[in-house]
């Protein structure tokens, strides 16, 4: 198989996967057993596609492919399963669904209504029995496709617990016989922190890919606004999803204007507001007008996107209001406190009042373990240097930074700006 061939396949799988493994969860009622199957039917996909279509290297609908063929492992494993006489009509059923699901629109688009497999299926991740770290890591992975070492990255942790936590997850739905089913009443809003923190990481992850040579997923970051939008309508009047909605709708607003020619990043300063989303961006305000409405405080979603709203409502770069943006983080951090929400004070700060400002919040977290490979904290403190005139102390955090981070469109972000803190007398002087 053609190196290309083999990409095409994964990006397939990438977009598909979580929608393969809802389905398959639907009717098995077995998360793992239904990943299973899904890889199944990848790896079917990898060992066909050359051989049988060698002009394209893939099926003229591949995402349909992939689904028929894992649903019909699923449904080989219906028919051999031992089952006792009085469950066959429940066998029957899920054969007859299976072969509904089986018709020529596989690739239809899942309507935005609460019988969505996938809403379900985060759900039934984000279930009590599991802890929380499992309900996350679980979630991202079959919902968000991401491989354990993504999500490591997301949380900060080491990749093997990470894997850890998801094989027990795992074991723990299994063996407890998890409903495929959305919760309602008091259980519903009990498990709401947790599939909303599961909603933005995936986002995250697709907005600033973490690894890989894309600067973003962009297919990752619109499910995860597409799963909180019908979150929003399934529990309207909860304050934080709205909040949640509201900063995905204006981060999502700047796709456009966050990549330049060749791929290469573009940072929020120097980014074309001419090319924002003004749509994208109307949807948010209104989402952070509703959460403002039904709570009365702004929550650490809202927070967020109100300090979103800040960057979307000034017609330029100039035009921020600095001030303002650090005093959202100063309430965000006393609400949901963390070393990445300092990090991002520190350059609220740094914008506001000045690089020494934004520096000295910055040295205080040198020593925080969970930031001890974090490339933003390196980079973040390059930036200040850079703009105290401390060239050779930036430089240094540039390039420890371009070591750390795994996206290669940052890494030639962070090697650009290193080269930017030599000196034009010192380069002259090495021609």
Known sequence: MTAH??????AVWRIESARIIAALTRMLRDVGLAEEMAQEALVAALETWPAAFPETGMPDRPAAWLMATAKNRALDHLRHRKLAHD?????TYEIESLLEDAAPDLERALENRIGDDLLRLVFIACHPVLPTE???????????????????????????????????????LAEAKVPFEVPTGHELVQRLSSVLQVIYLIYNEGYSASAGSDWMRPALADEA?????????????????????????????????????????VLLLDQDRAKWDQLLIRRGLAAL???????????PYGLQAAIAACHAR????ADTDWERIAAL?????????SPVVELNRAVALAMAFGPA??????????????????????????????????????????LRAAEMTQNERERTLLLGRAEGCVPAAQLGQGR
Not at 149 to 164: G, S, Y
Not at 289 to 296: D, I, K, W
């Open 5 to 10: 061939v083999h990409r095409a396949v994964e």
């Open 329 to 337: 983080y100063d309430g965000l951090a006393q609400l949901a406190p």
């Open 134 to 172: 499992g309900r996350v890591a679980l979630t991202l992975r079959l919902l968000g496709g991401l491989t354990t070492d993504e999500i490591a990255r997301a949380f900060l942790v080491p990749e093997p617990t990470v894997a850890q936590r998801i094989v027990r997850a795992k074991r723990t």
């Open 289 to 299: 007008e509703r959460a403002s409405q039904l709570g009365r405080t702004l929550g």
């Open 314 to 317: 000034a017609r330029t770069a």
């Open 225 to 265: 606004l597409r799963l909180g939008r019908i979150l929003a309508e399934l529990v309207p009047r909860e304050p934080e999803v709205h909040g949640l909605v509201a900063l995905m709708e204006i981060q999502s607003s700047r796709a456009r204007a966050r990549v330049g020619p060749g791929g290469a990043p």
């Open 357 to 398: 400002a934004g520096l000295e919040v910055v040295d205080a977290l040198q020593d925080e373990p969970a930031l001890r490979h974090y490339h933003l904290l390196p980079s973040v403190r390059g930036d200040l240097l850079f703009k105290l005139g401390r060239l050779d102390e930036a430089r240094t955090e540039f």
């Open 87 to 91: 469950k066959e009509p429940e066998l």
